[in-house]
T-cell receptor, first 111, second 118 residues
Framework: LAKTTQPISMDSYEGQEVNITCSHN???????ITWYQQFPSQGPRFIIQ???TKVTNEVASLFIPADRKSSTLSLPRVSLSDTAVYYC????????????FGSGTKLNVKP | GAVVSQHPSWVICKSGTSVKIECRSL??????MFWYRQFPKQSLMLMAT?????????EQGVEKDKFLINHASLTLSTLTVTSAHPEDSSFYIC??????????????FGQGTRLTVV
């Protein structure tokens, strides 16, 4: 069973910052939080991963509160090409990232 | 960066025939790979865990005799859909992580294989 809950869809406009929040109330001590992006008819693509606090890379930031029961993916200044489905996953690195996918969030970026 | 490659990208087969899909890790070794299935407008569903040198582990409700998995080397896992039927038409995706990397290393997904059974 999926361990995560996300909004089914979100709308945004080009140039805006988008924040997608994910709930994972039953996250285990060994679990990492990973976000993937998927375009139609393509495999998921890694965006960012974190364990606690804040992680930032060249494309996104990931905010994780102290209790780790939720996380927020932040996409700065989105463009039309960011229209995709975003999946929040929690995985145990000891199991080689065996993921059970939730519904994901369909982000629609409008001009 | 690490790449996982699937072949073929798409395949059309007749009902009753078998289809083999390959998943390769191109620049790392993977003792464990995962196979997923995705129907249109739905999320990915984990089908099975492919283990190098041993039997695959199937998720509940997935028929092991219909979806044969072989993981004969550290860089290759194959999924064979046997006696395919139209309801098996789907997008099949594999994933893998470098077995020698740190435990928090991300998993990489293949580009997917679109199977259409006619």
């Amino acid at each position: 069973l999926a361990k995560t809950t996300q909004p089914i869809s979100m709308d945004s406009y080009e140039g805006q910052e988008v924040n997608i929040t994910c709930s994972h109330n039953n996250i285990a001590t060994n679990d990492y939080i990973t976000w993937y992006q998927q375009f139609p008819s393509q495999g998921p693509r890694f965006i960012i991963q974190g364990y606690k606090t804040k992680v930032t890379n060249e494309v996104a930031s990931l905010f994780i509160p102290a209790d780790r029961k939720s996380s927020t993916l932040s996409l700065p200044r989105v463009s039309l090409s960011d229209t995709a489905v975003y999946y929040c996953l929690v995985g145990d690195g000891y199991n080689f990232n065996k993921f059970y996918f939730g519904s994901g969030t369909k982000l629609n970026v409008k001009p | 960066g690490a790449v996982v490659s699937q072949h073929p990208s798409w395949v059309i087969c007749k009902s009753g025939t078998s289809v083999k899909i390959e998943c390769r890790s191109l620049d790392f070794q993977a003792t464990t790979m995962f196979w997923y299935r995705q129907f249109p407008k739905q999320s990915l569903m984990l089908m099975a865990t492919s283990n190098e040198g041993s039997k695959a582990t199937y998720e509940q409700g997935v028929e092991k005799d219909k979806f044969l998995i072989n993981h004969a080397s550290l860089t290759l896992s194959t999924l064979t859909v046997t006696s395919a039927h139209p309801e098996d038409s789907s997008f099949y995706i594999c994933s893998a992580r470098d077995s020698k990397a740190a435990k928090n290393t991300e998993a990489f997904f293949g580009q997917g294989t679109r199977l259409t059974v006619v």
